[in-house]
């Protein structure tokens, strides 16, 4: 069975919302959208590049799906496309329907909760899910994330749309990993507690 991590850029204040660029996403007025480009720097790139060297499939909310579906196919110069185009996708939507136009992705329709949980048992390789703010939500509410991988850039926004909305359901986590980079973002990986919390 394999696990499901998930991938997301925040500040220091939650905020997950938009960290590309400024038109990413501005759903409820978002103003700050490209926050997390003052964050890069080599260590960075190196560290997301060891964890892209043996991808398994990756969990993608219909938003992210189309915006990534748009830009990666067409990068031919960044060494990201090959890995993206060859992984299996799996969309979470309710408005898109297969045959989705980027290779080597399918549609996940349904009780959300019960069709990720299936996809886990059913899948040998760990499932990555980028951005899809919607979708981990869900996610975490239904109990599905086994594992985060946040990197923390020491900034805060005062809005936006957070990794852990109001509500979110208590889990516990042990920190199993972390980078600093020399911008300051802090990259870690936090993994299920094992005392059964």
């Not at 890069?40 to 892209?52: I, L, P, R, S």
């Not at 850039?153 to 980078?179: I, K, N, Q, W, Y």
């Given at each position: 069975m394999?696990?499901i ?21 501005t759903s409820?007025?978002?103003?700050h959208?490209?926050w ?7 260590v960075?790139a ?5 964890g892209m060297?043996?991808p ?23 060494p990201?496309t090959?890995v993206l185009?060859?992984t ?13 136009p ?6 996940v ?11 886990k048992r ?16 869900t996610?975490?509410?239904?109990d599905l994330?086994?594992?985060y991988v946040l ?6 926004l005062?809005?936006?749309?957070r990794?852990?909305?109001d ?7 042990g ?10 973002v802090i ?8 005392n059964?919390?």
């Amino acid at each position: 069975m394999g696990k499901i991590i998930v991938i997301e850029h925040v500040t220091l204040d939650g905020v997950m919302q938009a960290p590309g660029r400024c038109d990413e996403d501005t759903s409820g007025g978002f103003a700050h959208g490209g926050w997390g480009a003052a964050g890069q720097d080599h260590v960075m790139a190196e560290t997301m590049a060891e964890g892209m060297a043996n991808p398994g499939p990756l969990l993608l909310g219909r938003r992210t799906y189309e915006d990534f579906a748009a830009y990666w196919p067409k990068q031919d110069d960044n060494p990201y496309t090959v890995v993206l185009n060859e992984t299996q996708k799996y969309v979470v939507s309710s408005t898109l329907s297969d045959p989705l136009p980027w290779a080597n992705s399918s549609v996940v329709a349904g009780d959300v909760g019960h069709e990720v949980a299936r996809l886990k048992r059913e899948t040998d390789a760990d499932i990555g899910v980028l951005g899809s703010g919607a979708l981990v939500e869900t996610l975490a509410v239904h109990d599905l994330v086994d594992s985060y991988v946040l990197l923390i850039h020491p900034m805060a926004l005062g809005s936006g749309r957070r990794l852990f909305a109001d509500g979110c359901p208590r889990r516990e986590f042990g920190l199993t990993s972390s980078v600093t980079t020399t911008t300051g973002v802090i990259i870690a990986t936090y993994d299920r507690a094992t005392n059964g919390a």
